[in-house]
Structures are given as structure tokens and as C-alpha cells.
């Protein structure tokens, strides 16, 4: 079983998989020691230090065996060489390609630090030739395992003049998202630490439960539908998308309308407060209340220190306000369509 989870800078897409994968082992695994996490990460500066002791204190208690997973695993893979997982307590077949066991659960944090380790410094792969069989490699591995959740991220909605070595990186990375996504039994966008599932086989019960979504989730919001007053309502979505005449024609009078929230945050951060501290205050109003506030984590990781951490920082913030949310609202398009709540 091969489960595929993407989404934004800060979207919660990775404890969404840790969770997701720690449930797949509660009815897959019959031994403990059965649930594995790749970690493809190198630290190379204080700040990736930083993020990856923040992912480890994220999934502690869960159960995974950890295991540092560089490139060079996966292009013994390729290369048909033996590969050995240690310490986990795994085997290789004949092709080289580990043996997790049928009751394994394997998760694999991510896809576009594994794919960034194979081209730099220096790429590791003939170009067009072994990059290109990745997805067939961790296809392999999720055979062997009896489930494997791969963590990618939504690094294409970004309108920049890019030179043509990052221009291939983010088309390897499509490339390689689409193949995963077209083999998979489960494809999952995380929004504001909610999973959007684009697909979803029949028979993978589990899936359905982990939606945890409402009667009417996930439905355009009906024209002419108006909120009931008293709620707090969080309305997502990219720039110019149409969120602010959607709340005018959606919302009665009588509700306050925060816009820009993520500028907000920016403030914040460039004056040193607390974020989390003003977004807890803001939930503590009374009467009916919409925040609106623009997605911001796609894209390729900023070279900007302060924008780096501005967009993980807004991410983490629309992951705490749709947990207290009684609605959550993406608006595309001027289209609304309901992540969390009713109408």
C-alpha cells in the first residue's frame, strides 16, 4: 500500500503522516519495531538542525525507528546493488531492493530532500536516465512493506523567473509526484493541518476514517448561503483568489472581518512578538469573528532567512487557527469549498 501527502511550508502535512502512519501500524505491524521513518534530511546549519529536532520532538512516543536515509541507498537500488537499512532489522531481495517485511509501516520525510541530496552539490544520477526511475524504486519498497507514506511538498505555485538548473529540480520533483500519485492507492493535500484526500481506493477503510470530515465538508458553499452568527470562521486561500467578496456575500452583518492575517503575522515577526500569543488572543473575541488570511507556503523554499521562517511561522498559525475554528473555508477561484464545519 503506497500513500503519497503533500502540501505547503507549515500545512502540518508531517504530522498528518506521522499520524496517518502510526494508524496503518496499529492494524498492519504484529511485532513492535515494525514502524520505520526515512528521514532524507542532511544538516548542514544551525537552522536544519533546529528543523530536524523539531520534527523528532514532533514524533516522539510513536514508535518509529528512526533511520538517516541518504541518497546513496536509494541509487543502490537503482544500481541493483545490496542495501542495508541499519539498524533496522531488514533484508534485500535480488535486486537489492529492502525487504521491510509484509507487517512493516515505512514513512519517508520527504520527497524533495531526497531528490535535493541527489542533485547537490554535484547531481549523483546520469540526467534523464536513474533520476527518473525514483518513483519506480519506492514503489518497490512499498511492496515489500505492507505500507509506505511518502511526504512531498507543493513547491509549483510559484510565478518565478527561475534559472534552468532549479527549473529542473522542480520539474524532476513533479515528474516524480505525479508517478507516485498515478501508482497510489491514497493521495493526500494537508491544509491547515487538514487532509484533503484526491484520492482515495475503495477498499482502504482506514483512509476514510482519518477524514474526519463533516456531512458537508468538502462541498462548494451553496450561492446565496449565509454563516449563523457567533461562529469563528477561518477563509484560506491564494492571492486575488476572491476571499474578501466571497465573505461580503456569504457572511451577515453583525460578524468582524480580520483581513490580511498573514500580514499580520508578518508584522509580528519583523516587531518580535509572539505569534502564537496575538493569534490566541484574537481567538478570544467574542460574537462572531472571520479571519482571512492569504496560503503562502507553496513555492520553493526562500533564500531569505526572515521569509523562511515568516512562511513556516504563517503554516503553523492557520494550523492553530482551524483547530479552534467552528468553520474552515479555501476559497479558489471565488469558488468556497468547506475543509472543516458546516454551512
Given at each position: 500500500m ?14 498528518f ?22 528521514a ?36 543502490s ?16 531481495s ?16 520527504d ?49 518565478m ?23 497510489a ?52 486561500g ?10 461580503r ?40 469573528l ?54
Open positions: 503506497l500513500i503519497l501527502v503533500t502540501g505547503g511550508s507549515g500545512s502540518g502535512k508531517s504530522a503522516a506521522e499520524q496517518l502512519a502510526v494508524r496503518f501500524a496499529g492494524q498492519i505491524c504484529r511485532e513492535r519495531g515494525g514502524l520505520y521513518y526515512l532524507t534530511m542532511t544538516a548542514r546549519d544551525g537552522e536544519s538542525l533546529a528543523r530536524i529536532a523539531r520534527h523528532r520532538a514532533q514524533r516522539a512516543g510513536y514508535g518509529f525507528r528512526t533511520v538517516e536515509c541518504g541518497p546513496d541507498f536509494f541509487l537500488c537503482a544500481a541493483g546493488e545490496d542495501a542495508v537499512l541499519a539498524p533496522a532489522p531488514v533484508g534485500t535480488e535486486t537489492g531492493q529492502a525487504v521491510f517485511g509484509e507487517q512493516s509501516v515505512v514513512m519517508l520525510e520527497l524533495s530532500n531526497l531528490l535535493a541530496g541527489c542533485l547537490y552539490p554535484e547531481p549523483l544520477w546520469k540526467a534523464g536516465e536513474d533520476a527518473c526511475r525514483m518513483p519506480e524504486i519506492l514503489g518497490g519498497l512499498a511492496a515489500a512493506a505492507g505500507c509506505m507514506v511518502i511526504v512531498t511538498n507543493e513547491i509549483f505555485s510559484e510565478p523567473a527561475w534559472g534552468e538548473e532549479t527549473l529542473n529540480y522542480i520539474r524532476l520533483l513533479g515528474a516524480w509526484n505525479a508517478r507516485l500519485a498515478a501508482a492507492d491514497g493521495v493526500a493535500e494537508v491544509v491547515c493541518g487538514i487532509p484533503v484526500w484526491h484520492k482515495a481506493r475503495g477498499t482502504l477503510g482506514i483512509l476514510k476514517n482519518s477524514r474526519e470530515r463533516e456531512p458537508e465538508q468538502g462541498k462548494p458553499v451553496r450561492k446565496g448561503a449565509r454563516m449563523e452568527n457567533g461562529k469563528t470562521i477561518l477563509v484560506i491564494g492571492a486575488y483568489q476572491g476571499k474578501g467578496a466571497y465573505v456575500a456569504h457572511f451577515p452583518q453583525g460578524y468582524e472581518v480580520v483581513s490580511g492575517y498573514h500580514e499580520q503575522i508578518r508584522r509580528q515577526l519583523l516587531e518580535g512578538r509572539d505569534c502564537e500569543r496575538e493569534a490566541e488572543a484574537l481567538l478570544q473575541k467574542k460574537g462572531g472571520v479571519i482571512i488570511s492569504d496560503e503562502i507556503g507553496g513555492g520553493l523554499v526562500p533564500m531569505n532567512p526572515f521569509e523562511r521562517a515568516y512562511r513556516e511561522t504563517v503554516g503553523r498559525i492557520h494550523c492553530m487557527l482551524a483547530g479552534e475554528a467552528d468553520s474552515v473555508i479555501r476559497v479558489v477561484c471565488g469558488i468556497g469549498e468547506v475543509l472543516k464545519g458546516y454551512l
